[in-house]
């Protein structure tokens, strides 16, 4: 039976354009993780256009026989939203948005780059002031040199709906400077904001710090609710977690805190990484990082080089790392302990020394994971706090 009180979710197409180097089924599951940003975003991606280019077209991204190919069934299904896996220059934009938007003034296509849809879905996922403040600065950098005319990005940002009438050039450059004042506002803000965060930072520096890390998606949120106890939201979405967390923990006589952050993703928009600066001091300033690793995945390999690339660029790449290899029961042939010595080996080779097989779902290791944890953390409290005795390894001796 059809719900007719149901709102009907837009619909879009996707768009890649490849080199011909990558495999099929690394293209796929890139234009998988898009859908699922898609779906993230409230659209329902209804088709797939993949053209092979040894480089973009400067004008249009993809081919003139493609971009026909596109606007031909944009047309015929209604298509609202046009969605592309990589980001596009404000130039391909405005020509992309006039191609689509040709004779239809009751009915505007919207073209959308990865960086744009990733913004979108922050701007709906941010919670505190801290969040909204940096996606809202990172939504407007990313804005200003892509205004058109036809532009409605704006609107939604501002909570309107649909487009200003007769919006033309004077009124593009008055949008411009409007952004340029909002950015300043903004940096002013984040700065206020951070002069707190560096306040309460200092306040637990005799404490060590735990923070989780990995890509979107993977279950580090339903991790953090099963180490800390807490109830941090966690559901089978990407980009769940925007805001940081931070919760006390104690395993044994030891405190520690552990915070959740925002998950990775390949390209990542550049100003989205600048605009959380602050929030991803977490991560920056942590002791130990928890590198949660979704294990049933087919490319989780690519994953992890996804977010030690990203570690490294925000200066986090140096802190001791737990490779925490999730989802353990969605994989066969892990309770074989020679085939877990083979992983562990191989990851010890790319750098890992530290790995615990787990699942967040089933608990299964999750205990053994905590024993992992607390060695490393005694190691950083001790430097803390030089006279503590481990009363517990004491008693074995």
Not at 88 to 100: A, D, I, V
Not at 106 to 134: C, G, H, N, P, Y
Not at 324 to 330: C, E, H, W
Not at 375 to 382: F, N, R
């Amino acid at each position: 039976m059809i719900n007719k009180t149901a709102p009907i979710q837009p619909l879009a197409v996707l768009v890649s354009v490849v080199s011909g180097r990558e495999s099929d089924e690394l293209v796929n599951e890139h234009l998988d993780e898009l859908a699922f940003l898609t779906e993230t975003a409230g659209i329902d991606a209804i088709k797939r256009f993949v053209q092979k280019l040894p480089h973009p077209d400067v004008r249009s991204f993809v081919g003139k026989g493609k971009l026909e190919e596109i606007k031909a069934f944009v047309v015929t299904e209604g298509v609202l939203h046009v969605i592309f896996d990589d980001d596009l220059s404000p130039s391909q934009l405005r020509n992309l948005e006039k191609e689509f938007n040709v004779g239809e003034e009751e009915r505007k296509v919207r073209v959308f780059d990865r960086s744009l849809l990733i913004l979108d879905i922050f701007l709906m996922r941010a919670q505190t002031a801290q969040a909204r403040t940096q996606v809202e600065l990172a939504m407007n950098q990313y804005l200003l040199p892509r205004l058109t005319r036809m532009w409605t990005h704006l609107e939604r940002q501002r909570g309107g709906t649909g487009t200003r009438g007769g919006a033309g050039e004077r009124e593009i450059e008055t949008d411009r400077r409007n952004i340029r004042f909002r950015i300043s506002i903004l940096k002013d803000e984040l700065e206020k904001i951070e002069k707190q965060r560096v306040t309460q930072r200092k306040s637990r520096s005799n404490v060590v710090r735990v923070a989780l890390v990995g890509y979107t998606n993977v279950g580090k949120s339903t991790l953090m609710n099963l180490l800390s106890k807490s109830d941090v939201k966690a559901e089978n979405r990407l980009f769940a977690t925007v805001d940081a967390t931070v919760r006390k923990v104690v395993i044994g006589d030891i405190p520690f805190l552990l915070s959740d952050t925002v998950g990775f993703i390949r390209k990542l928009p550049h100003h989205l990484i600048e605009s959380f600066k602050s929030t991803l001091d977490e991560v920056r300033e942590a002791d130990i990082l928890l590198h949660v690793v979704d294990m049933a995945h087919p490319f989780h390999d690519n994953q992890i080089e996804v977010v030690s690339k990203t570690l490294a660029e925000i200066g986090a790449g140096n802190i001791p790392v737990i490779l925490v290899l999730n989802k353990m029961d969605r994989v066969s042939g892990l309770e074989d302990e020679g085939a877990w010595e083979t992983i562990k080996g191989r990851y010890r080779e790319q750098g890992y020394q530290k790995a615990v097989l787990v699942s967040a779902t089933t608990k299964q290791n999750v205990d053994r994971l905590r024993r992992v944890i607390i060695e490393e953390v005694k190691k950083k409290h001790m430097l803390i706090y030089p006279n503590y005795v481990d009363w517990e390894a004491a008693a074995q001796k």
